[in-house]
């Protein structure tokens, strides 16, 4: 780790006077939630993203997995950068939209697996389905183990049989399998934004808390930038690059407190 303590990246975060944020949400700023589809705004880290939002020299931007409609329930903050689906749908700081594929292509794929994985948890407690339009996700994480051991890796055969184009890619995880376009990718995104809302001279700072953000902590890297890792309880046996640790959301959202 290249920091000992919070308030050396503190310092590090300041001292250029310009810094951009990159953020996940769900077990980064905030808890997850008992399914994706629940919508629980926290009044609290709505008024600390906007206190960065509106402090001079900081740009915020939200990457999630989540889709665009519900982070912007979740923040409904102006003058930040919302990247939804892993930033296939983004909202820029004007508050302007941009959907960087076409759905109607991609979407034909997916409604060939959907009935299938549908199928295969019909009657099973513990499983849910999570149709994000541009991707789909199976979650396992409150369904027992053998049932889990059993499902998800017959949710791959599906997959694997469906006649996929290459723009697609399989997202793993924690008891969860998504099938996504392969642009639904953080560190694509982070790559994305530098290029197409350049900040000159600013530092970069990433929080992310799974393997999906490990794909953009090289990305920081390259541009001497600082990644830091929400270490979630199923994440900690594994390697990662970041420079720091945080252990859990009220942490993270205590340092960036601190931070303004």
Do not use: C
């Not at 006077?17 to 808890?31: E, I, N, Q």
């Not at 923040?75 to 296939?88: D, N, Q, S």
């Not at 109607?104 to 019909?122: G, S, T």
């Amino acid at each position: 780790m290249k920091f000992q303590d919070s308030a050396e990246l503190t310092k590090w975060a300041v001292e250029s006077g310009k810094l951009w944020l990159f953020l996940d949400y769900d077990g980064t700023l905030a808890d997850f939630a008992p399914t994706p589809d629940h919508i629980l705004p926290d009044p609290a880290l709505i008024h600390l993203i906007e206190g960065l939002a509106r402090k001079p020299g900081i740009r915020v931007s939200i990457l999630s997995g989540r889709r665009l409609s519900h982070l912007r329930q979740l923040l409904p903050v102006a003058g930040i950068i919302l990247a939804g689906t892993y930033g296939i749908e983004l909202l820029e700081e004007s508050g302007q939209m941009i959907q960087r594929l076409q759905y109607e292509k991609l979407r034909p794929a997916l409604e060939a697996i959907k009935p299938e994985w549908h199928q295969l948890i019909q009657g099973r407690d513990g499983f849910f389905l999570e149709d994000k339009g541009w991707t789909l996700a199976l979650h396992a994480r409150f369904a027992s183990d053998d049932e889990a051991e059993q499902v998800l890796p017959r949710a791959m055969e599906v997959v694997n049989a469906a006649p996929l184009a290459r723009e697609f890619r399989i997202l793993g995880g924690h008891r969860f399998l998504e099938i996504a376009p392969r642009l639904a990718s953080k560190r694509e995104t982070v790559e994305y934004l530098l290029s197409h809302y350049s900040l000159p001279d600013a530092r970069l700072l990433y929080i992310g808390d799974d393997d999906k953000d490990e794909e953009a902590f090289p990305l920081i890297h390259a541009h001497g930038g600082i990644a830091v890792k929400v270490f979630q309880p199923s994440q900690s046996a594994l390697p990662t690059t970041a420079d720091f640790s945080l252990a859990s959301p009220a942490e993270t959202r205590d340092w960036l407190q601190q931070l303004l």
